[in-house]
């Protein structure tokens, strides 16, 4: 591996060893308030965070300023003939606090609109990749090109006064929010049909006409599409991409800087990109059984397989759930509305009986119940989009609605530049020796 590199590798081993001992025996001490596990495991669990938008509870799921998902799908307004709310409405709620009217909908609807154009530096920068670069890559770039229009970079290089930081922050994310459907699109279109694009439908609601952009005006998909939209947008503060986006933006970044730094964190296989790895799994499970529709029992076996081999089944478990995500369960309620003899959605269906019994057994998983990713790609599957690397795409589109509204938030709340303190496990050894503390000031 070369000199350097195999003294890093012998070093890393001794010290993983070294810290695994370490939480063997004293994981359960505490600094200040948190556990020494806590502090090298993730900081999980640690509340270290204000996120006004949304809260996630162990057992009810997902909260937006107080309301569950089902509510939200009673409550919100929704398309002429349509069914399932429109993410606008859930913006305006995560963002004034207040449950919008229909008109309060279509307004913002027509403000995206109104702030939708996307200047053609941002196609060129998307041209200068590869057609064969990951759909997130590509959309990553597109957003930093776009940070060239922001007006929070441009009124504080010439001495905006604190006080008005919310409100070029506020500029910024709705002309961002605005103009993700067409950046979006057009990545779709480049990749996946030839740079055929398609231009956008004014008349349309935002999730509406990304789905006319991409190439998709069956009803039920712009339906999914809203409801994708809205059940992805936020999952409180500690997630990757929200955390990312909050931490970046602490150091008074633009809204597309700190976007796109949130979005390099949801392209992570243990994030965003949890939802392209379900359907994968699935595909190669349809394939290696040469069947569309697998029983049970064969499902059974593969999943053994699968974790004998030290993998994961993909869409199962989650850092904070303790039951069946509220959004896979709205997801296959939609399903059952819309799709119910599809194979591959009643795969889903029979898989979220069987793997849940097995993981159990095992005894060491805390929630062996699906995330919403375990549903998401079977329902995109059966309008015809099986280009499952644009998964997470569809999923960042969706999240700058919740990471957006938060961070207009910290920027009206005045909230401080985040930076905790972090120790050595030289420090950490001496302090379990009785040779002073490690949390500091």
Request: net charge negative; with cysteine; proline share 5%.
């Given at each position: 591996?070369?000199?350097?590199?195999?003294?890093?590798?012998?070093?890393?081993?001794?010290?993983s060893?070294?810290?695994?001992?370490?939480?063997?025996t004293?994981?359960?001490?505490?600094?200040?308030?948190?556990?020494?596990?806590?502090?090298?495991?993730?900081m999980?669990?640690?509340?270290?965070?204000?996120?006004?938008?949304?809260?996630?509870?162990?057992?009810?799921?997902?909260?937006f300023r107080?309301?569950?998902?089902?509510?939200?799908?009673?409550?919100?307004?929704?398309?002429?003939?349509?069914?399932?709310?429109?993410?606008?409405?859930?913006?305006?709620?995560?963002?004034?606090?207040?449950?919008?009217?229909?008109?309060?909908?279509?307004?913002?609807?027509?403000?995206w609109?109104?702030?939708?154009?996307?200047?053609?530096?941002?196609?060129?920068?998307?041209?200068?990749?590869?057609?064969?670069?990951?759909?997130?890559?590509?959309?990553?770039v597109?957003?930093?090109?776009?940070?060239?229009?922001?007006?929070?970079?441009?009124?504080?290089?010439k001495?905006?006064?604190?006080?008005?930081?919310?409100?070029?922050?506020?500029?910024?994310?709705?002309?961002?929010?605005?103009?993700?459907?067409?950046?979006?699109?057009?990545?779709?279109?480049?990749?996946?049909?030839?740079?055929d694009?398609i231009?956008?439908?004014?008349?349309?609601?935002?999730?509406?006409?990304?789905?006319?952009?991409?190439?998709?005006?069956?009803?039920?998909?712009?339906?999914?599409?809203?409801?994708?939209m809205t059940?992805?947008?936020?999952?409180?503060?500690g997630?990757?991409?929200?955390?990312?986006?909050?931490?970046?933006?602490?150091?008074?970044?633009?809204?597309?800087?700190s976007?796109?730094?949130g979005?390099?964190?949801l392209?992570?296989?243990?994030?965003?990109?949890?939802?392209?790895?379900?359907?994968?799994?699935?595909?190669?499970?349809?394939?290696?059984?040469?069947?569309?529709?697998?029983?049970?029992?064969?499902?059974?076996d593969?999943?053994?397989?699968?974790?004998?081999?030290?993998?994961?089944?993909?869409?199962?478990?989650?850092a904070?759930?303790?039951?069946?995500?509220p959004?896979?369960?709205?997801?296959?309620?939609?399903?059952?509305?819309h799709?119910?003899?599809d194979?591959?959605?009643?795969?889903?269906?029979?898989?979220?009986?069987?793997?849940?019994?097995?993981?159990?057994?095992?005894?060491k998983?805390?929630?062996?119940?699906p995330?919403?990713?375990?549903?998401?790609?079977?329902?995109?599957?059966?309008?015809?989009?099986?280009?499952?690397?644009?998964y997470?795409?569809?999923?960042?589109?969706s999240?700058?609605?919740?990471v957006?509204?938060?961070?207009?938030?910290?920027?009206?709340?005045?909230?401080?530049?985040?930076?905790?303190?972090?120790?050595?496990?030289?420090?950490?050894?001496?302090?379990?020796?009785?040779?002073?503390?490690?949390?500091?000031?």
């Amino acid at each position: 591996m070369g000199i350097i590199k195999d003294r890093f590798k012998l070093k890393a081993d001794e010290v993983s060893a070294e810290i695994k001992d370490i939480l063997k025996t004293h994981g359960d001490k505490k600094i200040g308030e948190v556990t020494l596990s806590q502090v090298y495991q993730g900081m999980r669990g640690m509340t270290g965070l204000v996120t006004e938008t949304s809260l996630l509870d162990a057992q009810e799921g997902i909260r937006f300023r107080g309301y569950s998902i089902p509510e939200l799908r009673e409550k919100l307004p929704k398309a002429a003939g349509g069914s399932e709310p429109l993410p606008e409405g859930l913006f305006y709620l995560m963002l004034v606090g207040e449950l919008p009217t229909e008109e309060d909908v279509a307004h913002l609807s027509s403000v995206w609109q109104r702030r939708s154009h996307v200047p053609n530096h941002v196609f060129a920068s998307i041209e200068a990749l590869p057609v064969s670069a990951h759909p997130m890559t590509q959309f990553v770039v597109a957003i930093m090109s776009l940070q060239t229009e922001s007006q929070f970079s441009k009124l504080y290089a010439k001495g905006m006064n604190k006080k008005d930081y919310w409100n070029a922050a506020f500029d910024d994310a709705m002309d961002l929010i605005a103009r993700l459907p067409r950046i979006a699109a057009y990545i779709y279109r480049r990749k996946y049909k030839g740079g055929d694009h398609i231009q956008p439908n004014g008349l349309l609601d935002w999730s509406g006409n990304l789905a006319h952009m991409m190439g998709y005006d069956d009803e039920g998909f712009k339906e999914l599409m809203r409801l994708y939209m809205t059940i992805h947008a936020d999952h409180e503060g500690g997630n990757v991409s929200a955390h990312t986006t909050h931490l970046v933006g602490s150091a008074l970044s633009d809204p597309y800087l700190s976007f796109a730094a949130g979005m390099n964190g949801l392209a992570g296989p243990l994030h965003g990109l949890a939802n392209q790895e379900v359907i994968k799994w699935i595909f190669e499970l349809r394939e290696k059984l040469g069947c569309d529709l697998p029983t049970k029992e064969q499902i059974a076996d593969y999943v053994k397989q699968t974790l004998s081999e030290g993998k994961v089944v993909p869409g199962y478990g989650h850092a904070v759930l303790r039951k069946t995500d509220p959004r896979f369960t709205a997801q296959m309620e939609f399903g059952k509305k819309h799709m119910p003899d599809d194979p591959l959605v009643q795969t889903v269906w029979n898989i979220y009986e069987v793997v849940p019994p097995i993981l159990q057994s095992l005894g060491k998983i805390k929630n062996p119940w699906p995330n919403v990713d375990a549903h998401s790609g079977a329902l995109l599957v059966h309008y015809g989009m099986d280009e499952y690397e644009f998964y997470t795409v569809l999923f960042g589109v969706s999240r700058s609605l919740g990471v957006l509204a938060s961070l207009c938030w910290d920027r009206a709340l005045g909230h401080p530049l985040e930076r905790p303190k972090s120790i050595t496990t030289e420090s950490v050894k001496d302090w379990i020796q009785g040779k002073g503390e490690i949390w500091g000031d």
